[in-house]
T-cell receptor, first 112, second 114 residues
């Protein structure tokens, strides 16, 4: 079992819809969770971080964390074609260090 | 916007050459990382550093080496490049203060070994 798992997609949504991206992780003691956006040929860009159970909203983005279920998600409201990218879930393991494990990413396509 | 720089951005080189990929950050971050990523594939950690004179190998075995003589500088060296080294190399840094283990990435170096 991978430490961080994501559906590779592609996930296709129409413009204006809500895109829902999901991620599960195996280390129950993990404390820090991140979502990165990576456009094709570019480097990852941090868009959200979440540390506590519940929801965290930033503009059109909402991160949701459920530590009991070892599940973190990203919702993108009013999806735009410019949101088309690969979204990487990342988890900082509770190993006493600063090692972050990245998922393989979910490709999102927003159709105009 | 993160201030982390990588040079060169693109490099095409012949087999057997020695190359150094440069990475510098101006944020004073103590942690720095090198990742390797093939097109459409996941990131693989190949080296990391917790501070000056501290370097560790990552999860993916790599023939490259790194050094950390200054906080802001974390170069990666390949003594003898091979076609199997063709990939994108991404440098990142993070700050341990507060809850900040967020990593910020440089623009990457796309390496092609002929």
């Amino acid at each position: 079992q991978k430490e961080v798992e994501q559906n590779s997609g592609p996930l296709s949504v129409p413009e204006g819809a809500i895109a829902s991206l999901n991620c599960t992780y195996s280390d129950r003691g993990s404390q820090s969770f991140f979502w990165y956006r990576q456009y094709s040929g570019k480097s990852p860009e941090l868009i959200m971080s979440i540390y506590s159970n519940g929801d965290k909203e930033d503009g059109r983005f909402t991160a949701q964390l459920n530590k009991a279920s070892q599940y973190v998600s990203l919702l993108i409201r009013d999806s735009q074609p410019s949101d088309s990218a690969t979204y990487l879930c990342a988890v900082n393991l509770n190993t006493g260090g600063f090692k972050t494990i990245f998922g393989a990413g979910t490709r999102l396509f927003v159709k105009a | 916007e993160a201030d982390i720089y990588q040079t060169p951005r693109y490099l095409v080189i012949g087999t057997g050459k020695k190359i150094t990929l440069e990475c510098s950050q101006t944020m004073g971050h103590d942690k720095m990382y090198w990742y390797q990523q093939d097109p459409g594939m996941e990131l693989h950690l190949i080296h990391y550093s917790y501070g000056v004179n501290s370097t560790e190998k990552g999860d993916l075995s790599s023939e490259s080496t790194v050094s950390r003589i200054r906080t802001e500088h974390f170069p990666l060296t390949l003594e003898s490049a091979r076609p199997s080294h063709t990939s994108q190399y991404l440098c990142a840094s993070s700050d341990h203060r507060g809850t900040g283990v967020e990593q910020f990435f440089g623009p990457g170096t796309r390496l092609t070994v002929l």
